[in-house]
């Protein structure tokens, strides 16, 4: 069994039964080929919720600095995170999450790129339009609705993919896209309260 496996199990009963997650919309997500999940952001906690609710293995972006640690970097990659640089391109992470999506694989996205510290939607940057745009990726939206509360309830809810090819034809802006994949999990998250 892989590190993968075993993280989704022991994350599923831990974070499952402490926050009553419900799942809406996971037949949205693609069985197969290349797809982007892009979430909101609310807690530390997003990247193994999404992750055991996805009927997918995902690869997340992480900061850099969670690799300095031999141990702990060799955990994450075992769950199929890689490092990104904040704060400037970094091309060997984007070359990495293309070849990701290349190899028909799930790459989760977190748009606003920080934890939102009010719960409440934030702008989207560039990078999730940039690699809709860029690879032939199912794009879903994902929304969490929180907040985090012990024996509350959480939903993780999966939108229908975004329509992409028009975006695709005319070469839309990264940010375009972006803003409409906002839109889409800003959508869900009303519709979800």
Do not use: W
């Amino acid at each position: 069994m892989s590190l993968y496996k075993i993280g989704k199990a022991l994350c599923t009963i831990l974070l499952s039964p402490i926050y009553r997650v419900k799942v809406i919309g996971e037949n949205n997500v693609p069985k197969s080929g290349p797809v982007i999940i892009c979430s909101n952001h609310i807690s530390n906690l997003d990247p193994p919720i999404v992750g055991i609710t996805c009927p997918r293995d995902i690869y997340f972006m992480a900061k850099e600095e969670l690799f300095s640690n031999k141990l702990v970097g060799g955990i994450l990659r075992g769950v199929h995170a890689f490092p990104i640089k904040r704060g400037m391109k970094d091309r060997n992470a984007l070359r990495q999450a293309l070849a990701i999506l290349k190899d028909g694989n799930t790459l989760g996205l977190f748009p606003e790129g920080t934890r939102s510290k009010t719960g409440e939607i934030g702008e989207g940057l560039s990078g999730a339009g940039f690699f809709a745009l860029r690879s032939e990726a199912v794009i879903i939206p994902c929304a969490i609705v929180g907040p985090y509360r012990k024996f509350g309830q959480l939903k993780v809810v999966y939108g229908k993919p975004i329509e992409m090819d028009e975006l695709r034809e005319r070469k839309a802006s990264a940010q375009e896209v972006t803003d409409i994949i906002m839109h889409e999990i800003k959508k869900l998250l009303e519709n979800h309260k």
